[in-house]
Antibody, heavy 120, light 107 residues
């Protein structure tokens, strides 16, 4: 049974760095064909893909935010961490992490999401 | 603005069928569809254009022709009322794109 859960601060100030952790179980990021991605959703808006890390530590970022994002993994802890620098109120959103099946590039298991508000 | 265009809303009566389109500015690749109820995480409904994960009703079906993919919900039920998002693996092979989402209303 695959589960994922996001954790981190729910309130950050503008210009600060947001660090979110996705803790998962039921699979290993050491296994070929697996990835963990981050997707966010601003209030009342559509899903927006942010970043992904593959089992081999290959990383992908959305072009518009690439300069602000860093994704890393700790296979021993079954965790994936997303850091986003220079936070702005427009980054207020619910942030989801999700398990990726490489063969068809789909996200088949999702965390419950964490609501992050950017405000001074 | 999303590079994948979906209608903002579609509606139908119970038992009817509705179809949601997803049109890309470039070729769509490995299209998947997600259902999201208010306040919940998205749920995978279709992957690789037409495939259904285990546990997803066969009332949900996918299709693609050229730059447009579509999701059809047959035999509409009250529980199908939700937002639906298409997703495509970008032609560059380095990122994913989500559509703007479609709200399905069961009348």
């Amino acid at each position: 049974q695959i589960t994922l859960k996001e954790s981190g601060p729910t309130l950050v100030k503008p210009t600060q760095t947001l660090t979110l952790t996705c803790t998962f179980s039921g699979f290993s990021l050491s296994t070929s064909g697996v990835g963990v991605g981050w997707i966010r959703q601003a209030p009342g808006k559509a899903l927006e893909w942010l970043a992904l890390i593959y089992w081999d530590d290959d990383k992908r970022y959305t072009p518009s935010l690439q300069s602000r994002l860093t994704i890393t993994m700790d296979t021993s802890k079954n965790q994936v961490v997303l850091a986003m620098t220079n936070m702005d109120p427009v980054d207020t959103a619910t942030y989801f992490c999700a398990h990726l099946t490489f063969a068809y590039r789909y996200y088949d298991f999702w965390g419950q999401g964490i609501r992050v508000t950017v405000s001074s | 603005q999303s590079a994948l265009t979906q209608p903002a809303s579609v509606s139908g009566s119970p038992g009817q069928s509705v179809t949601i389109s997803c049109t890309g500015t470039r070729s769509l690749n490995l299209v998947s569809w997600y259902q999201q109820h208010p306040g919940k995480a998205p749920k995978l409904m279709i992957y690789d254009v037409t495939k259904r994960p285990s546990g997803v009703s066969n009332r949900f079906s996918g299709f693609q022709s050229g730059h447009t993919a579509s999701l059809t919900i047959s035999g509409l039920q009250a529980e199908d009322e939700a937002d639906y998002y298409c997703c495509s693996f970008a032609p560059t092979g380095t990122s994913w794109l989500f559509g703007g989402g479609t709200k399905v209303t069961v009348l």
